[in-house]
Every structure is written in C-alpha cells, then in structure tokens.
C-alpha cells in the first residue's frame, strides 16, 4: 500500500528526506497525486516547446573542440568567446571524452538509482556514507526551500583516486571517474582560452586554485507535472560540463539582446547525441568582472519518463580568494565585484534555496548614483 501523504507535515519529509526514500521512492510507492510541497507556482512551471531553429547556433550546431588545434582556432574561440558573453550556455563535440564512456554512465545512473533504498539511501546518507565526499540527497536544501524540487541525486567530489575507487559508488566510481578526469583536462583548456581572449594569463598553479574542487553527480529527475526538477539558478564555479540523455528539459533564460531572443524567455538546451553541455559559473563571471555570464537555468519535468543528467561541477578550493582578475578591471575601469574567501560563498550559496541568479548579489559591488 503507497504511504499516505494527506496530512505531509513531517511524515513525508521523514520518508523522502531523512529515511532517504527519495522522489523515486515515493513515486514507487504508488502515489498517484503530487505532494502539495512539489507543486510549483504557474510561473515556476515550464510548458515544453519544438526547438525554433532561431536558437542561438552554439545550441543547435555544437561547437568542435578539435578546431582549437587546427586553423579555424580563432573562429572556434570567438564562437566560445560569444556563447561565454552572452548566453553562459554552448555545446560541444570532439571534446575528448570518449562517446562509449557517455552512454556507460546513463546506464551506470540508471543502475544505481534502480536500486532499493537500503543499497542507496541508506548506505549514502549524510551521516551514513562511509565517506564525506559521497552525498545522497534530494531536492537542493530541503530544509530552506519554498518548494521542494522533483530529484534526487548522488554527489562525489574528487578527493584522489584511492578514495573513489574505495568509496564510490560500485555501479558507477570507475565510468564517473574517468568522465570526471576527462571534463577536467576539457574544463582547462577552455578556461585558458576564454581567460586569454580577455587578454589574461594565469600560471598553471592559479589555474589550479581556480579548479582544484571536482564534483561529479548523478541526478535523476523522476516522472511528473507540475513540478520542477531543479529550480531556477546559476552553478558557482568556473564551469559546468553535463551529460544530457535524450529527453531534454535543460532550459536557459536568455538576457542579452544579442541572440536575437526577447530577454526573459527561456530557451531549451536540445539533447545532442555525442555532445556534452557546457556553462559558465559565477566564479567565471566574477573573474571576467561581468564580460562572461553565468546563466539562470532550470530543469522541467514530463509525466512521460524519468530523466538522468550527469554534471561535473568545477570550482575553486575553498581557501582561495575570488575577485575580478586586475587585467580585466585595468581595461573596464571599475570592479564590478568584491573580494571574497570561495568558502564564504559556498555557505551563502547552500545556505537557501534556489533564487535564480540571487548569490550573486553576495559580492557584487553597487555603484552609487552620481
């Protein structure tokens, strides 16, 4: 018999949250109407439409990463450059992670989240998990959200192979740590090449400081309506890959007039077979001072399937302090944002719920009106 969740409260939060049942628990209980904390106001919700074939090209043609080798490098860097300024959004292809590995980890996600909750849930629970670095959740901060969103996920950051191989994931630590390896050698080579086409060269140990924290998850989205997978926000680091499969849902908000949209309107990030999807995250956008843009974004859900998304998140070590790179203020004139420990901004940004580009608001400096 599916629990009953009329009178939510605490008894759905215990069974989802804190016994680590999940979404995909409660939807395998054989509940048949969504919990009144997952339905998202109207403007929250996402109707899916085709793919206009106005959408900006680093969506619908993906960009060819080996073309950075050859002589069409400085198109493909302007094409990066582009995308990076206004959209935070672009796809690639040739990006050195080997295609086979992409559909290894959709399955190995799909294996692990099959499992039972005492094989998941309760062996990767915060407190549980015989790890600090390998996290079971769902939702973003359940505890802090207006309403909750429809995932859940596992989360393992890179603490050296050792600790992968021994604590990892068995479905999944060998294909995800190879993808996480992979994303990273991609990660630094178009951060040198964004950091460069704004007339900036960091040493390899900056570099280092900037990535030196890798996190990769497995997230799935289960089956439903009128709620949300993941609600509207920016990533904080420098960049996100992710690996969509092929039911979509990866929608973007547009705010440049550039790209021909009206401002406001979200766009959908179309799956591409082969093709990873990379974003700009507030770090970036910080060290650029505001030239490069981490984009607002979100993901829908359908009553049709269950989706997976796989994401490498790339951010600095918590100990290094983040500000406008001094090459790019010398050529703007003025910082756009303030000086900050990256750890401070980790607990400004986990410390609430998802507000679209609010964490932002953090650092940024306020010019005066003269």
């Known amino acids: 018999m599916a629990p009953s969740f009329e009178n939510i409260g605490n008894e759905l939060f215990n069974f989802v949250v804190r016994e680590g049942n999940g979404v995909k628990g409660m939807v395998d209980s054989g509940i048949t109407t ?8 109207p403007q929250e919700r996402i109707v899916k439409q085709g793919i206009d074939p106005s959408y900006p090209p680093s969506l619908v043609s993906p960009i060819d990463l080996s073309e950075l080798e050859g002589p ?20 690639v292809i040739n990006h050195g992670v080997q295609v086979e590995l ?30 600090p670095f390998v996290k079971y959740g769902t939702s973003f901060v359940p505890e ?8 859940d996920y596992i989360s393992m950051t890179y603490s050296g192979d050792e600790d992968a191989l021994n604590f990892w994931p068995e479905e999944c630590k060998e294909v995800a740590l190879e993808y996480l390896k992979s994303s990273t050698k991609m990660v630094k080579r178009i951060l040198e090449v964004l950091l460069r086409r704004l007339g900036v ?11 030196g924290t890798r996190m990769v998850n497995m997230n799935l989205v289960s089956k439903s309506e009128l709620t949300v997978g993941v609600g509207r926000h920016s990533d904080m680091g420098i960049l996100t890959v992710l690996l969509q499969d092929g039911i979509g849902g990866l929608y973007v908000k547009v705010e440049d007039d550039r790209l021909g949209r009206k401002k406001g ?4 990030i179309p799956p591409t077979p082969g093709a990873l999807v990379v974003n700009v995250g507030d770090t970036l956008e910080i060290l650029s001072n505001g030239r490069y843009k981490s984009a607002e974004h979100r993901v829908w859900t359908t009553n049709a399937e269950s989706r997976v998304s796989i994401p490498v998140f790339v951010f600095p070590l918590p100990t290094k302090k983040i500000k406008p790179l001094p090459q790019v203020v010398e050529k703007d004139g003025v910082a756009h944002y303030g000086e900050f420990l990256f750890e401070e901004y980790m607990k400004n940004f986990f410390g609430k719920g998802h507000e679209g580009k609010k964490s932002l608001d953090f650092v940024k400096i306020t010019m005066s009106p003269s």
């Open 201 to 211: 060269t960091v040493d390899h140990t900056e570099t280092e400081a900037y990535i």
């Open 34 to 41: 969504v919990p009144d904390q997952y339905i998202q106001s």
């Open 144 to 151: 802090a959200e207006k309403a909750l969103e429809w995932k």
């Open 265 to 268: 309107e979200w766009v959908e």
């Open 72 to 91: 069409n490098h400085d198109q493909v860097v302007e094409l990066l450059g582009q995308s990076a300024e206004t959209l935070g959004f672009f796809q």
């Open 102 to 131: 992409l559909e290894q980890l959709k399955d190995a996600a799909h294996r692990f989240f099959n499992q039972p909750p005492e094989r998941k849930a309760f062996v990767y629970l915060k407190g549980a998990s015989p790890s």
